[in-house]
């Protein structure tokens, strides 16, 4: 059986953590349904799938990833509703009328003890101040009636979810480092990447050295899966550049 000549390429280090180690399953699957042995190719599967069960350590890594970018998403958010805060109550410090100004100049009060340089202080000092605020907005009748008077209930309510959610994925993120295996990813990845290729390279070796056995299906489907994940790459580039432009 004679099929046109194919080349199986791909740049593995395109691929994020997070789906690098489905993406070399997937592969190792789609080989060997195809029955690797017949196709003359077992040597070159039977390297890459040894290393398949070192896959974890990548997700391992992946998933701290994953909770380190909700980090810094919920970090912003109360860096923004802290700021917001102070901002909101600056303005009514400057409104002429007691009932606004009064409440305002006592949230001020005890608003900048705990926001001064916030953003500037590292995790645990933004979570504890955070946490002094919000407990000094429950037990300072003066302060809790300013929120009232000023409706600032709800900023604060969602100050207080923000500060609770980062302190979870904080400790989680933490958990997640101290039990990961010590392993290179870099290295890890560079070594199934190269066993990935010389699967490739044999494939193509294959399909002329044995013209009488069909690789087409074997090709066919290895194809389809580069070409989505090629287009899954290209769609995030394209999305990178055009938020890129948008700023």
């Known amino acids: 059986y004679i ?31 195809n029955n690797p042995e017949h196709l003359g190719l077992k040597k070159a599967y039977d390297r890459l799938n040894a290393l ?22 919920v970090d912003k958010k109360r860096d923004n509703l802290i700021g917001g805060l102070t901002k909101i109550v600056a303005g009514y410090k400057l409104i002429d009328l007691p ?26 000092s933004q979570t504890e101040k955070t946490k002094q605020f ?34 979870r994925l904080f400790r989680s993120r933490t958990e997640e480092i101290s039990s990961r295996p010590n392993v290179d990813v870099k290295a890890l990845r560079a070594k199934i990447d190269d066993a990935a290729n010389k699967l490739f390279a044999a494939i193509e070796f294959s399909i002329t050295e044995y013209e009488d056995r069909d690789y087409t299906p074997l090709v066919s489907q290895l194809t389809e899966l580069l070409t989505y994940h090629k287009a899954q790459i290209k769609a995030r580039g394209k999305k990178k550049e055009t938020a890129s432009k948008e700023k």
Do not use: C
């Open 3 to 33: 099929m046109k000549k194919t080349k199986l390429k791909f740049t593995f280090t395109r691929l994020w953590n997070t789906e690098y180690p489905l993406f070399i399953e997937r592969i190792v699957e789609i080989v060997s349904k």
């Open 134 to 167: 919000l407990e000094e907005t429950n037990k300072n009748p003066e302060v809790s009636n300013a929120i009232t008077n000023l409706n600032l209930s709800n900023i604060v309510t969602e100050l207080k979810n923000a500060n609770e959610e980062f302190e």
């Open 52 to 73: 398949v069960p070192e896959l974890k350590n990548i997700q391992t890594y992946a998933r701290t990833s994953t909770i380190t970018d909700s980090l810094t998403a």
């Open 99 to 124: 009932h606004y100004s009064d409440s305002a100049k006592a949230l001020h009060l005890s608003l900048s003890k705990y926001s001064k340089g916030f953003s500037k202080e590292n995790y645990t």
